[in-house]
T-cell receptor, first 116, second 110 residues
Framework: DTGVSQNPRHKITKRGQNVTFRCDPI?????LYWYRQTLGQGPEFLTY????????KSRLLSDRFSAERPKGSFSTLEIQRTEQGDSAMYLC??????????????FGPGTRLTVT | QKEVEQDPGPLSVPEGAIVSLNCTYS??????FMWYRQYSRKGPELLMY????GNKEDGRFTAQVDKSSKYISLFIRDSQPSDSATYLC??????????FGTGTRLQVFP
């Protein structure tokens, strides 16, 4: 399977714990995006990378959230001191470099986080 | 006001019906307009996208954009039970982030 992969698929954690999610993009895609989706809503943008550079962060991304893409390949999203309001589906997407004539973002299956 | 508005549904239609799904948006700078399909507890799957105004057809699906009225449509012909899913419109802001509507839940019954 050469699509976007995310791990773990499900995570249940207790309030106050730290969690980390991983995303592996499609191999030739240099752009990687994180979105968050709550029940009954569309995904909301969190942040994106071009190669290893983090180019934009949403105001939704509080200080407890940090994302990295150290070698321009996979990315991690960490949430520190989780709160019940962090319960959501965390989605990763990737796309080709800008200028290659397409702006399609392909999504992974998501990581569903439940904070108890 | 949200940048993208979409009726959440649910929209329930019989198999074989023509389905019309719609969004409105407020930012006139949007140039690319994506449609995603999302099955329950799965990631969104890109169906098709259009650039600027006009129509684009792909099999049973037709996407339409009217930039003068800031209106986006997706038509599904000969709808099938397997089309039952949530459909998300998503204009692309500049060349980076997608701005999603809430999604319309579609149910196609046999």
């Amino acid at each position: 399977d050469t699509g976007v992969s995310q791990n773990p698929r499900h995570k249940i954690t207790k309030r106050g714990q730290n969690v980390t999610f991983r995303c592996d993009p499609i191999s030739e895609h240099n752009r990687l995006y994180w979105y968050r989706q709550t029940l009954g809503q569309g995904p909301e943008f969190l942040t994106y990378f071009q190669n290893e550079a983090q180019l934009e962060k949403s105001r939704l991304l509080s200080d407890r959230f940090s994302a990295e893409r150290p070698k321009g390949s996979f990315s991690t999203l960490e949430i520190q001191r989780t709160e019940q309001g962090d319960s959501a589906m965390y989605l990763c997407a990737s796309s080709l470099p800008v200028g290659q004539g397409t702006y399609e973002q392909y999504f992974g299956p998501g990581t569903r986080l439940t904070v108890t | 006001q949200k940048e993208v508005e979409q009726d959440p549904g649910p929209l329930s239609v019989p198999e074989g019906a023509i389905v019309s799904l719609n969004c409105t948006y407020s930012n006139s700078a949007f140039q690319y307009f994506m449609w995603y399909r999302q099955y329950s507890r799965k990631g969104p799957e890109l169906l098709m996208y259009t650039y600027s105004s006009g129509n684009k057809e792909d099999g049973r699906f037709t996407a339409q954009v009217d930039k003068s009225s800031k209106y986006i449509s997706l038509f599904i012909r000969d709808s099938q039970p397997s089309d039952s899913a949530t459909y998300l419109c998503a204009p692309l802001r500049s060349t980076d982030k997608l701005i999603f509507g809430t999604g319309t839940r579609l149910q196609v019954f046999p």
